[in-house]
């Protein structure tokens, strides 16, 4: 199991992790390269437990991916700068989560079209009028590469959160 060390930025807020999850935008899924760690920023959903993205069929990511390493996951945000009279104790204020599991390739195209459809409503909510079907999925071929969109979970094993929030007044104003 996995800890924060700096226990004072521990945040064990379940709701606040979770409604942080929720509305990033963007991630990084960091896993075993060939020769070096490889980190990708991705979109992703967090959907019943679960983090979900998507790419191409083809590709290093999905390489690596289709051998279901352990992976982390990171989502973040800073928030500004924080102020102090003495240089040394300027900080940073921010949120982090860490995510520690599995990969798995999503199989069932049922899943896999509900996964890519939440995907579609969190950055285009309701743009598209029909949500996505399973036999669109099956069916629908990249024209980068002629292969079908591939859909990954991460259900986590273990999750750390991080966190430093300070007061409006206290971030530095350009």
């Known amino acids: 199991m996995n800890k924060v060390k700096y226990s004072q930025r521990d945040c064990k807020d379940q709701e606040k992790i979770e409604k942080f999850l929720k509305e990033s935008r963007t991630g990084v899924i960091a896993m075993n ?3 070096y760690p490889y980190a990708v920023p991705v979109n992703f959903v967090w959907y019943e437990g679960s983090i979900f993205f998507h790419g191409m069929g083809s590709g290093k990511k999905v390489d690596i991916l289709f051998e ?13 700068t924080v102020t102090d009279p003495m240089p040394c104790h300027a900080d940073t204020s921010y ?8 990969i798995e390739k999503v199989v069932d195209f049922d899943i896999a079209a509900t ?6 409503e969190k950055y285009l909510p309701r743009y598209y009028k029909k949500p996505l079907t399973a036999s669109f999925i099956e069916n629908y071929k990249s024209s980068m590469d002629g292969n079908t969109t591939a859909v990954f979970k991460l259900t986590p094993e273990d999750i750390t959160a991080k ?3 300070v007061e409006e007044s206290e ?3 350009n």
């Open 163 to 165: 966190e430093n929030q």
């Open 68 to 80: 279901e390493p352990p992976v982390s996951f990171t989502v973040y945000e800073e928030i500004g």
């Open 171 to 173: 971030l530095f104003k």
């Open 33 to 35: 390269g060939d020769d």
């Open 95 to 102: 949120m982090s989560v860490m995510l520690f599991g599995k």
């Open 115 to 120: 996964a890519l459809w939440k995907l579609v």
